[in-house]
């Protein structure tokens, strides 16, 4: 690359990805890297986008893409002086508005898309409207809007790109000149361009350029040219670059034809086209049109939706979000440890090379956020080196983690020593490889105290219930302050009906301050008034099955036939079938109807015919059948004082429904999880369903990346697959009276295709490739945790929902603006809708679970313990701390004394009651006081920066005090000390 284009100065090319272009870089001398600089300063190379890879948008969270995003802006502007200006996305499958809005946050001013349905194309080319601004539904001006192409083919490959007709545009990819590996599939092969037939050639590519100029509204026409594994031999660029000048050559010369022709990169066409339609970059052109919505889900053929990918690979999707969630957590306390230890000048004691650690992690992170990594689409032995990178990259985090809590911790700071050898804290679990379910640490009680520290990754106080391993039934635990603690005492399960000898389960309720670090302490003895057991009923069905038992648990073993029964706690009573030992029911306790909330397994099968499903495609062969066991599920019932659960265990899944019994959030839903394990399947896919008299009237709402909600639409005269859509974190249905949230702590794929239902893909397994370049079936699947939490919530009176009205099937989900009327005008209907405040935050208790780590057991004394509130105050309710990420130093290891704050302010639905949810936090109408926000530091320095720091947004100023529109994410550099 680096010596064609120095060849001549009139070559241009693009790069997206930076993980894959820094691997390189960092094996090249210094010579090549000031050619490289020289390029990109001249505009020969552009870096488009400029993130770390070039995301999935369907399964993807938010804060991995602003993550993948910084780390790839931050890491050009440091080695190259480059600043992104265009997007590029021309792989993921399908799009997301979350990404204009990132890209607009981040000083972009344009961008480009590809994978859209072909029936959308199609429409948008008829309606001259594949050049777009794109605006978020929730904007009422245009403060969001980025100038939007759309590339109107098939594909991005070259056939595809010259105009509609790919028998002749493939004769001008020079690659696939006679005597290569590669030809054309139409038949008819490239011509070298010579003296003898550049006139002809010429002619024939000009015709194809007009055809394609007429679907768009500016005479500036794009053609790009490249495709999978190209430019990787001196051969082709030569190819490419010599014939191509040749035909420019010849168009320039001749004035009759009214054509200018050259080498350009995207920025150079996006530039061309604002300077024709007379406007500045990134501005909308006069009669161009305005569009919200999203581009899910992608066909590029037939009825060959691209729907399968939400739950491919179910196993990393969920390590992928077990991973975000530790990133976030070590990040916030790292920066908090750091900036503590600085203030107490104990900074030289303090492991500050922990960042080369955190450096890893987000680059891991990124990398998993590729299109064919959180997607599900990679190859085995691909799969296999994404997740040892992911474990790896977890382990180092739990390190930072450890280390961070340990300073922050102790009571004197100046006892503290940091030992890498002999860590201050334990794990709260381990897995024993990548593929593997992670396994709590076992607490070993004897005569001597042990403590464990618990870390809170929410920005708000929260009262949780903790669960830890202990080797004794016969525990006491204390508060920090010394208080004796009530707890649940459980057996510790193996399967079934068995016990783990000599592990048990100890449950604190405990409260946990923002942010912060919490101390307990446990001890061995017997306080019967505070030590609870939990009593236990099996239910053997028939079966002739030995059941554990222990003295310290009573248990009941129930051999045959039961009726339904109930679990309680102060806020609902929940009823279970005794058959199927599924969920049936929810009883409100301040109303006298209960809701059917009915749960049941079903199977999707795939086509005979010969396309069948794969790890892209969903191909199923007609309505699921109900799953039938080959037994009758053994049951096993859990009653106590602060959770009661119900696990039912069938031969391909093991479904845990625990209701705890506490004050606000962790009592107002049901925890759900199913062990999935189908590895014995052959073209199955496995879906839990949920049926309710919820009159949903064809209408369900998916989330995209955590970050917005998109309402959908039930299409019936679409392919039952194409009604499936990706669920990040969330989807509902609801009513005029009621609504019903499933959270999810890991991306599947979900649909609604009845009224008063949802379902969600839990695992698919799959024999075959289907054609879409992986060249594999999908059949390396592991037992997979998926983690739920299911919620009712009622709708205060007069709060109805207007149900948004149909659009055309062809651009469902998307809203035109009209373009005559003034810019403020967002389009009628209701194509906007917000999750409750209580729906965000018990969202946020899934994905963010706090850490037990156990104080490593050591020769006493040991040091005082107390526990740390970073906050001097709760943050408002609907403000997120999405991240505190410390800046790099000029040292590539170590970190700079400023992190970046970044904040999110999310819209809610006021509409859902509200009252009596023991909530601790207000809001405060987007405001908020910086300055004082953290105990013991202060605000050195706040400046409001771009999305990812390129831009400063206005001068470092004296008021710490900021305001935020809802729905908004601002980034802030600052100096905490």
């Not at 035909?247 to 990169?265: E, K």
């Not at 680059?363 to 590729?370: A, I, K, S, W």
């Not at 983690?401 to 020593?417: F, M, P, Q, R």
């Amino acid at each position: 690359m680096v010596s064609k284009l120095q060849e001549d100065p009139r070559r241009r090319f693009l790069w997206a990805e930076v993980s894959f272009f820094a691997k390189w870089w960092d094996n090249i001398n210094a010579q090549k890297r000031a050619a490289v600089r020289r390029l990109v300063g001249n505009g020969q190379l552009e870096m488009a986008t400029g993130g770390w890879v070039m995301p999935d948008e369907a399964n993807s969270h938010y804060f991995a893409l602003i993550d993948q995003l910084i780390e790839g802006h931050q890491w050009l502007e440091k080695n190259l002086g480059a600043t992104p200006r265009s997007g590029w996305a021309v792989d993921p499958f399908g799009h997301s508005p979350t990404m204009p809005y990132l890209l607009r946050r981040a000083n972009l001013t344009s961008m480009l898309i590809q994978r859209v349905h072909y029936a959308i194309k199609k429409h948008f080319s008829a309606t001259h409207s594949l050049e777009f601004m794109w605006r978020q539904t929730w904007d009422p001006d245009s403060s969001t809007d980025i100038f939007c192409h759309m590339m109107p083919f098939y594909s991005y490959d070259v056939p595809h790109t010259c105009g509609p007709d790919p028998k002749i545009c493939c004769q001008f990819d020079f690659k696939r000149l006679p005597g290569g590996r590669i030809n054309c599939p139409w038949k008819v092969p490239p011509r070298a361009i010579t003296e003898a037939n550049v006139a002809e050639r010429a002619a024939l590519l000009l015709d194809q350029y007009r055809k394609k100029s007429r679907l768009f509204r500016s005479n500036v026409l794009l053609v790009p040219l490249g495709d999978d594994f190209r430019y990787d031999k001196p051969h082709e660029w030569d190819a490419q670059f010599f014939n191509y000048q040749r035909l420019f050559d010849f168009l320039n010369s001749q004035p009759a034809l009214h054509v200018q022709a050259q080498f350009g990169t995207l920025s150079d066409y996006f530039d061309a086209l604002y300077k024709r339609t007379g406007v500045e970059p990134g501005a909308r052109p006069p009669g161009f049109p305005v569009l919200s919505g999203d581009f899910f889900s992608y066909a590029d053929r037939e009825d060959h939706y691209w729907t399968g990918y939400y739950t491919s690979r179910p196993f990393y999707k969920s390590l992928d979000r077990t991973l975000e969630a530790h990133l976030r957590g070590a990040e916030i306390l790292y920066s908090l440890a750091v900036a503590h230890s600085r203030r107490s000048g104990l900074a030289s004691q303090y492991p500050l090379s922990n960042f080369a650690l955190l450096t890893e992690a987000r680059r891991t992170l990124g990398l998993f956020q590729h299109h064919d990594a959180i997607t599900g689409t990679a190859k085995e032995a691909v799969v296999v080196d994404y997740g040892v990178r992911l474990l790896r990259s977890l382990v180092s985090l739990k390190q930072v983690i450890i280390n961070a809590a340990h300073y922050l911790v102790l009571g004197d700071k100046e006892t503290y020593h940091f030992d890498p050898e002999a860590p201050f804290l334990q794990m709260d679990d381990t897995r024993l490889n990548h593929d593997a379910l992670p396994e709590r640490t076992v607490i070993q009680l004897d005569s001597s105290p042990r403590y464990v520290v618990l870390f809170n990754p929410l920005e708000q106080e929260r009262l949780s219930v903790v669960s830890l391993l202990v080797s004794s039934p016969r525990v006491c635990v204390f508060s920090e302050e010394g208080q004796p603690l009530a707890v649940q005492i459980s057996a510790h399960w193996s399967s079934a009906t068995d016990m783990v000898p000599d592990v048990y389960q100890v449950s604190v309720p405990i409260r946990l301050p923002a942010l912060g670090l919490g101390v307990l302490r446990l001890q061995l003895g017997l306080d019967r008034h505070r030590t609870l057991p939990s009593s236990v009923r099996v239910y053997l069905h028939g079966r002739q099955l030995a059941v554990s038992r222990h003295e310290a648990f009573p248990l009941r073993v129930i051999d045959s036939g039961t009726g339904d029964f109930a679990l309680s706690n102060r806020y609902m009573q929940v009823w279970f079938s005794g058959l199927s030992g599924l969920l049936k029911s929810i009883r409100r306790v301040d109303e006298e109807q209960e809701q059917r909330v009915d749960m049941e397994f079903l199977v999707y099968g795939t086509r005979t015919s010969k396309d069948k499903s794969g790890a892209y495609l969903f191909l199923p062969d007609g309505e699921a059948q109900p799953y039938v066991p080959k037994d009758a599920p053994v049951l096993r019932v859990t009653e106590g004082p602060f959770f009661s659960e119900v696990v039912a265990f069938y031969e391909h899944v093991h479904q845990v429904v625990r209701l705890y019994n506490l004050p606000g959030v962790e009592g107002l839903s049901l925890d759900v999880s199913s062990l999935v394990d189908i590895r014995d399947y052959v073209n199955k896919e496995l879906a839990l369903r949920i049926h309710t008299d919820i009159d949903s009237q064809g209408t369900f709402f998916t989330d995209l990346n955590g970050f917005q909600v998109q309402p959908r639409r039930y299409l019936k005269k679409l392919p039952l697959q194409a009604n499936f859509y990706p669920m990040p974190v969330m989807a509902y249905i609801q009513d005029a009276q009621n609504r019903l949230t499933l959270h999810t702590a890991q991306a599947l794929g979900v649909s609604s295709l009845h009224d008063g239902q949802l379902e969600v893909i839990l695992d698919r397994r799959l024999m075959q490739d289907d054609n879409r370049g992986l060249g594999q079936g999908l059949k390396d699947n592991k037992k997979t945790c998926n983690h739920f939490r299911l919620q009712l919530e009622r709708r205060t009176l007069g709060s109805e929902p207007g149900f948004f009205s149909t659009l055309a099937a062809l651009v469902r989900d998307l809203v035109f603006h009209n373009s005559r009327s003034s810019d403020r005008e967002v389009s009628e209907g209701h194509s906007t809708s917000y999750p409750s405040l209580l729906s965000h935050l018990t969202s946020m208790h899934l994905n963010a679970p706090a850490l037990a780590l156990p104080v490593a057991r050591r020769q006493p004394p040991a040091p005082a313990l107390r526990s740390f509130h970073p906050l001097a105050f709760s943050l408002p309710c609907d403000f997120h701390l999405l991240n505190l990420r410390t800046l790099q130093a000029e040292e590539e290891t170590l970190p700079s004394a400023e992190a970046a704050l970044i904040l999110h302010r999310k819209g809610f639905d006021c509409g859902l009651e509200a009252k009596n949810l023991g909530f601790n936090c207000t809001t405060s109408q987007g405001k908020l006081s910086l300055g004082s926000l953290f105990h013991g530091l202060d605000v050195g320095f706040l400046q409001p920066t771009s999305l990812t720091l390129l831009y400063p947004l206005a001068s470092p100023s004296n008021s710490t005090d900021i305001y935020l529109e809802p729905m908004e994410v601002a980034t802030f550099r600052l100096r905490l000390g």
